[in-house]
Nanobody
Framework: QVQLVESGGGLVQPGGSLRLSCAASGSISSIYTMGWYRQAPGKQRVLVAI???????NIADSVKGRFTISRDNAKNTVYLEMNSPKPEDTAVYHC?????????WGQGTQVTVSS
């Protein structure tokens, strides 16, 4: 069993910045995939950025150059730095973890980009 806790969401203005955090706890594998998805109202949940089990990153074209994913392996934590957010970035952001053949979702944290 793995638990994921996200934090850092909230209201941000265009041109501002925001940093999301996701901490995993429980039965953490030594090899795992971990990253971020988002779901806007009326839309499908889509990948934002993720670390693969190989340590490489996949970043959505829609956020490439603006968002950065990072990690702290000692804390089993991933971060999403959101720079120059746009209104279309408004969504519930969900952390995702997969290891030992099982996947887990965080509860989600709301990010609203508005002036």
């Amino acid at each position: 069993q793995v638990q994921l806790v996200e934090s850092g969401g909230g209201l941000v203005q265009p041109g501002g910045s925001l940093r999301l955090s996701c901490a995993a706890s429980g039965s953490i594998s030594s090899i795992y995939t971990m990253g971020w998805y988002r779901q806007a109202p009326g839309k499908q949940r889509v990948l934002v950025a993720i670390f693969t089990s190989r340590g490489t990153t996949n970043i959505a074209d829609s956020v490439k150059g603006r968002f950065t994913i990072s990690r702290d392996n000692a804390k089993n934590t991933v971060y999403l730095e959101m720079n120059s957010p746009k209104p279309e970035d408004t969504a519930v952001y969900h952390c995702y973890y997969a290891g030992d053949g099982l996947g887990y979702w965080g509860q989600g944290t709301q990010v609203t980009v508005s002036s």
